[in-house]
């Protein structure tokens, strides 16, 4: 798929409305994920390790295959080696032939799909059943898997009684009961006549020699015991030491895909018992690499092993809500995907790239922390690489020049940005959609302005060194103004390092090393502060974000950690200084619904807006479900449909929620996000430091 065809394919997918069902789908997971961790005493800790076993594991990969193969032989077990998905075709394709297999049964199919084993089966003449309910659906459509665990979800009733009815030669009623009684009758005569079974694995267990399935309907355990040959198809990254670590992840799986404790069915499975009647039974275990050793070696992709298949990441992903997996997405569907995807099926596939915001919420959803965002962007480094950056992402990447520019010509970019002539010529020769809302720039920058606003206290109580960013430099430096003052007068030492902004547009982008380049300069002038007692603060939540997560992976470095160890939210800070009573809020009156934008998730969420709204006497609440609101910085400007029209599509819900709240105003710390929700609501959107008004206390 080219960058056009997938253009294409979203503004589809918008015109349709998205896809019918899957919203809700989403929500089920989320929802049911925070009602399974609320019963954790500590899921924190549970988290961490779990990232412990993988990290342990995939370091150890070769060890714990050994281990594992000696013990599956010693059970009784065939292993196999297929080093790409050609040679895992062939061998069980080989299996089955030996065994003069005219019918196979499947359940956990997802490693299949990527080898795509059902079309060699069935071009050698063996009838191939999925047995798994979303697995049949999607065999039947002849698709490809829309969500990792839910792989049908985007089918309706009536389009699955469609299928089944044209199955069964008969009508079936669009209801579920009548489709299920009808998959029931007719795998109850494939499971009894099945020459062979073949299983994927959710876990292997190296001690044991044992693989472990986990389900929530059982048909893995038929195909696993009624035919007389049992093939295994499992990733050498699913080998764990012990049986206590493989129990871990599974409860892990559960709580993150669907908010059970465990999955219905967990079965442990090595070497076969004969049955009477059914003499050489016979376990096969095909231990697929197709591209793991190879990311095993990378120090970005090798996080991608981590990976339990829980999509946990697909369920807080606000473009795959609007277009689907089949649109975002190849055979490996949603954020992990995307890795996934460019590894091993290549990089051509994995123009899908393109659909993320780098929100970074699938990251706060992993069950095992996979840097899925910083992945991504290397994905999209390499496609740059490759094909050169989109146009319209060119110039979005120059930001930081455009804004210095304005800036320095406030009165004329003002009302370029204000001409609708003009404004179409921008969209035509830059990208920038016409319709997008640029907010107006200040005549005099935040540098321009200190001059007048900074003093020296006495005796200092601390130190800050503020980081603007582009937004508080060049838009709306009075707030950042009115920020210095504030803590001058709290008896609070302000200094405006000479940085450059956060560059996280490059992340976003998949300019990695530009990134780097922004990321190094900018510790090197915060560590000159750091070093002397400094805090580092930002009033834009992606400044903070960027710092303390996203310089220390770029660089990985002691100067870049300590950086982001002394980097504190301004909301924070002022939280701080208020329950010390060092400062005072005036009172707040009203309802004002808040935005928490995606990266203050990552720090401290709403905590610090709602407590100090609340203090005031604002009633506030949080609205959101938990997904990104669609601007996703400039993302939101581009013109065409992976730009503002995917993104007002991501916004739409939000739009609607806030609409409906009865709310006075909205109030979120993102700069972007209230230009994004002041377009798509028509409401006043405020900075919390336009509606809070502080005094220092002596």
């Known amino acids: 798929m080219t960058y056009r065809e997938l253009e294409r394919a979203v503004s589809e997918s918008i015109r349709r409305g998205g896809v019918r069902g899957l919203y809700a789908a989403m929500l089920r997971g989320l929802r049911g994920r925070e009602r399974a961790i609320a019963e954790f005493e500590d899921y924190a800790s549970f988290r961490a390790g779990v990232r412990a076993i993988k990290e342990r594991s995939v370091e150890e990969l070769e060890e714990l295959v050994r281990e594992f193969v000696r013990n599956a032989e010693a059970r009784g077990a065939k292993v196999h080696f297929a080093a790409d998905a050609k040679e895992a075709c062939e061998i069980i394709l080989g299996i089955a032939e030996r065994a003069g297999a005219r019918t196979v049964v499947k359940s956990k199919s997802l490693t299949s799909e990527e080898i795509e084993l059902n079309g060699v089966l069935e071009g050698a003449g063996i009838e191939v059943i999925e047995t798994d309910l979303g697995e049949r659906i999607i065999q039947l459509a002849k698709e490809r898997p829309s969500h990792l665990v839910f792989p049908a979800i985007h089918r309706t ?45 959710n876990v292997a267990i190296a001690e044991l020699g044992a693989v472990v399935l986990e389900t929530n309907e ?21 080998v764990v030491s012990t049986v206590e670590e493989a129990l871990m992840l599974a409860r892990s799986h559960a709580v993150a895909a669907t908010g059970q404790r465990l999955t219905v069915y967990v079965s442990v499975m090595g070497g076969r018992m004969e049955l009477p009647g059914s003499e050489g039974r016979e376990l096969h275990v095909v231990l697929l690499d197709n591209g793991r050793r190879r990311m095993r070696e990378d120090p970005v992709f090798r996080e991608a092993l981590y990976c339990i298949r829980c999509g946990a990441c697909m ?67 390499l ?80 130190r800050v060194a503020l980081f603007p960013d582009f937004f508080y ?48 300069y900018n510790v090197r002038v915060l560590r000159e502060f750091t070093s002397r007692g400094y805090l580092v603060v930002s009033l834009e939540p992606t400044a903070t974000y960027a710092l303390k997560f996203v310089y220390p992976y770029l660089l990985r470095n002691e100067a870049s950690v300590e950086v ?23 009172p707040v009156r009203g309802r004002y619904g808040v935005h928490v934008p ?34 996703a910085g400039t993302f939101g400007m581009k013109a065409g449909p992976i730009g503002r029209k995917l993104s007002q599509a991501m916004g739409r819900r939000l739009f609607d929620a806030f609409r409906s709240g009865g709310f006075d105003a909205i109030v979120t710390e993102s700069s972007v996000c209230a230009l994004h929700l002041r377009s798509g609501t028509g409401m006043r959107v405020l900075h919390p430091l336009e509606l809070l008004r502080f005094e220092a206390r002596s």
């Open 157 to 201: 009733v009536e389009e699955v009684a469609g299928l089944f009815s044209a199955e069964a030669g008969v009508r079936l009623e669009p209801e579920i009961g009548a489709v299920l009684r009808y998959v029931r009758e007719r795998l109850r005569r494939k499971f009894l006549e099945a020459d062979v079974g073949i299983n994927g694995a």
């Open 218 to 238: 059982g048909n893995g355990r038929l195909v696993a015991s009624l035919p007389r040959i049992q093939i295994v198809l499992l990733g050498i990254e699913k």
């Open 315 to 381: 369920n807080v992903c606000a473009p795959y809500s609007v277009v689907g997996g089949h649109v975002f997405g190849h055979i490996y569907p949603g954020p992990i995907g995307i890795p996934w995807t460019a590894n091993v099926h290549g990089l051509d596939r994995a123009v899908f790239a393109h659909l993320c915001i780098s929100c970074g919420l699938c990251r706060e959803v992993c069950p095992v922390e996979i840097n899925i965002p910083m992945m991504i962007a290397r994905v999209k480094e």
């Open 383 to 462: 496609d740059a690489e490759s094909r050169g950056f989109p146009w319209v992402n060119r110039v979005m990447m120059a930001y930081e020049r455009f804004g210095a520019l304005a800036s320095r010509f406030a009165p004329v970019a003002n009302w370029a940005l204000r001409s609708r002539t003009f404004r179409w010529l921008m969209e035509r020769l830059l990208g920038l959609d016409r319709d997008a809302e640029v907010p107006p720039f200040a005549e005099r920058s935040l540098r321009a302005r200190l001059g007048r606003v900074m003093r020296r206290p006495e005796n200092p109580v601390m």
């Open 473 to 520: 430099e060049y838009v709306r430096p009075d707030l950042a103004e009115g920020m210095i003052a504030l803590l001058q007068e709290t008896g609070i030492e302000v200094d405006v390092p000479d940085v450059r902004t956060s560059g996280y547009p490059l992340v976003a982008y998949g300019d990695l090393k530009g990134a780097m380049r922004i990321a190094e």
């Open 564 to 586: 982001a160890g002394k980097t504190v939210e301004a909301l924070g800070l002022l939280r701080e200084l208020a329950a010390s009573g060092r400062l005072s809020a005036r």
């Open 598 to 631: 995606c990266h203050q998730r990552a720090l401290s969420g709403a905590e610090n807006v709602l407590w100090l709204l609340r203090r005031a006497g604002a009633e506030a609440e949080v609205v959101g479900d938990g997904m990104c609101c669609g601007m």
